[in-house]
């Protein structure tokens, strides 16, 4: 059993910053990728930014320059530092993980509950 965990959403005005905060845990032999997406309300949800290690690192280019994604391969943990944050930021922000829970058996992907993000004066 693998579960993820996401804190750090909450109303801040335009120009502000989060930082948005996930852990996995439970049964984790390896994690692959960890990633954040995004849904606001009658929207798909997105792909925020993804993090393959914690040196290879893709984002959407709605976000790039404002948005840093970070692993901590250690403590299985993912930030993603918002600043400069716009209006259309406001979503659902979700944490994502490809995760091998045993030596045994391939890795899958994991999704965390979701932590609302507001940017609004």
């Known amino acids: 059993q693998v579960q993820l965990v996401e804190s750090g959403g909450g109303l801040v005005q335009p120009g502000g910053s989060l930082r948005l905060s996930c852990a996995a845990s439970?049964?984790?032999?390896?994690?692959?990728?960890m990633a954040w997406y995004r849904q606001a309300p009658g929207k798909p949800r997105d792909l925020v930014a993804a993090a393959t290690t914690d040196s290879l690192t893709n984002y959407a280019d709605s976000v790039k320059g404002r948005f840093t994604i970070s692993r901590d391969n250690a403590k299985n943990t993912v930030t993603l530092q918002m600043n400069s944050l716009k209006p259309e930021d406001t979503a659902v922000y979700y944490c994502n993980a490809d995760v091998q829970s045993t030596k045994w058996r391939p890795s899958r992907g994991y999704w965390g509950q979701g932590t609302q993000v507001t940017v609004s004066s």
């Open positions: 439970g049964s984790i032999f390896s994690i692959n990728s």
